[in-house]
Nanobody
Framework: VQLQASGGGLVQAGESLRISCSGSGRTFSDYAMSWFRQAPGKDREFVAGISWDGNTVGYVDSVQGRFIISRGSARNTVYLQMNSLKPEDTAVYYC?????????????????WGQGTQVTVSS
């Protein structure tokens, strides 16, 4: 079972980037999925989450209105569209999956983790 994140890179402040995460080895259609991020010297924090059916989403306040989380039709893929990026969004972004339909915001509630993708925003 694997989650594979991709799409990170270096962008300038104000630009957009979309990162993706694909699951394999099992179905994630009955799992909620989320993105977390970890900046150097900081704890890993919840960024955005989406319910099993894609109908409920949640965001940390600092990205509300700028980031959009979505799922692919097969529900084994999750995307994070990041707009109006700021230098403080610089971090390694991790996708994660938790059993059950609803979003959870604590990292210890997630069973599966991707390897992380680096997002760097220059000022």
């Amino acid at each position: 079972v694997q989650l594979q994140a991709s799409g990170g890179g270096l962008v300038q402040a104000g630009e957009s980037l979309r990162i993706s995460c694909s699951g394999s080895g099992r179905t994630f259609s009955d799992y909620a999925m989320s993105w977390f991020r970890q900046a150097p010297g900081k704890d890993r924090e919840f960024v955005a989450g989406i319910s099993w059916d894609g109908n409920t989403v949640g965001y940390v306040d600092s990205v509300q209105g700028r980031f959009i989380i979505s799922r692919g039709s097969a529900r084994n893929t999750v995307y994070l569209q990041m707009n109006s990026l700021k230098p403080e969004d610089t971090a390694v972004y991790y996708c994660a999956a938790t059993p059950g339909p609803w979003i959870k915001r604590q990292r210890n509630e997630y069973n599966y983790w991707g390897q992380g993708t680096q997002v760097t925003v220059s000022s």
